[in-house]
């Protein structure tokens, strides 16, 4: 699929994106067992601003860095919707937000990504393929460590504020169920935390961390972060996202709170990005994927170098054992 419609062409297509609904969830706990529960949801601190100053290398030496489950964490996604009953006779894609994200960005971002296609009884699963990446520097691990460490911070629930113990494999996954243009899609969200309103309805936070702003870093940050942040947020209905502003040496130096809804307005008048323009581009590919792909097939969807096409190849190796196994279980047979 070419990338050939412009901007201005996307901006005046109205794509409807329906309100995220929850239909289940799933919690991963220490050890990474699964349970179909909220037990991993952790509540928000609404004084996060009061930590302020806090170190968030605190606890980097004992902490537990996020294993590639691959296609078995999907298999949970999977196995959620099964123990959930969830019907799955309209529905067109089953993902993670992850890969949606990744689409949605493609609109204005040139960064490469691949991922599974499998259509199963006129379902397409579409799975997280990581590309290859070069190991982390020593610098690299601390800040990935520091985002983890703001979510500690920032949540009631956690681990001692020291931070001894974080182990990003503990996640609670939201199952949600919405629609974008003709197409209904069910997708696993990983939720940060949750807070309530004054008339106890839950709602979820995402929390963010970044390097503090400096005026020539702001644009880079208005283009490319908060078009993630909305894209994030926006897919799955979450309405807040907290960033935590952190100084070079991980020193929380400041919080702000942003309305999902406002980020888009925010930008708008600098003419950075169009969240509109994300949704036509989105339905435009999603369109053309369901149309193209075939029954019982399997495929890989990429975005690499040169940037000016989705290529959708067929699949090198077979459809991976979680989707096969969850097409068997909801038919009733065992191979």
């Given amino acids: ?102 689409i949605l960005a493609t609109a204005y971002l040139r960064e490469p990504w691949k991922m599974g296609v499998h259509k199963r009884n006129g379902v397409v699963y579409l799975d997280v393929h990581k590309l290859p990446e070069r190991p982390k520097s020593e610098i690299e691990r601390r800040r990935c460590y520091w985002g983890y460490s703001f979510e500690n911070l920032a949540t009631e629930n956690s681990i001692d504020e020291d931070g001894r113990g ?26 940060d935390c949750c807070d309530a309103t004054d008339d106890g309805r839950r709602f979820y ?11 020539n870093t702001v644009e880079k940050f208005e283009k490319e972060k ?57 339905d435009e590919v999603l369109c053309w994927l369901y149309g193209t792909v075939r029954e019982n097939e399997d495929y890989t969807l990429q975005f690499v170098h040169p940037f000016n096409r989705l290529e959708l190849l067929r699949a090198q190796s077979p459809c991976p054992d979680a989707i096969t196994q969850h097409v068997e279980q909801l038919s009733g047979t065992t191979g």
Avoid at 15 to 28: H, L, N
Avoid at 205 to 215: A, F, G, I, M, P
Avoid at 245 to 250: K, M, Q
């Fill in 1 to 102: 699929m070419k990338l050939n419609k412009s901007e201005e062409t996307l901006s005046r297509k109205a794509v409807a994106f329906q309100e995220p609904c929850e239909i289940a969830c799933y919690s991963r706990v220490e050890g990474g067992d699964v349970y179909f529960d909220d037990r991993s949801l952790r509540l928000f601190k609404r004084n996060i601003c009061d930590y302020v100053g806090v170190n968030l290398n605190k606890g980097f030496e004992s902490f537990i860095e996020k294993r590639d489950l691959g296609s078995d964490g999907f298999g949970d996604l999977l196995a959620c919707i099964r123990g959930s009953t969830i019907p799955l006779q309209n529905i067109h894609f089953v993902t993670y937000r992850n890969n949606l994200n990744k």
């Fill in 166 to 191: 974080i182990d990003a494999n503990v996640e609670f996954c939201s199952v949600i169920k919405t629609k974008l243009g003709a197409h209904r899609i069910i997708m696993g969200a990983e939720m």
């Fill in 205 to 215: 936070v995402e929390l963010k961390t970044s390097r503090e702003l400096e005026y």
């Fill in 226 to 282: 908060l078009l993630r942040f909305w894209i994030q947020s926006f897919l799955a209905g979450v309405p807040y996202v907290v960033v935590g502003f952190r100084n070079d040496a991980g020193v929380l130096v400041r919080t702000e709170r942003l309305r999902t809804k406002d980020i888009t307005q925010k930008v708008k008048a600098k003419n950075y990005w169009q969240g509109g323009v994300c949704l036509a581009f989105a």
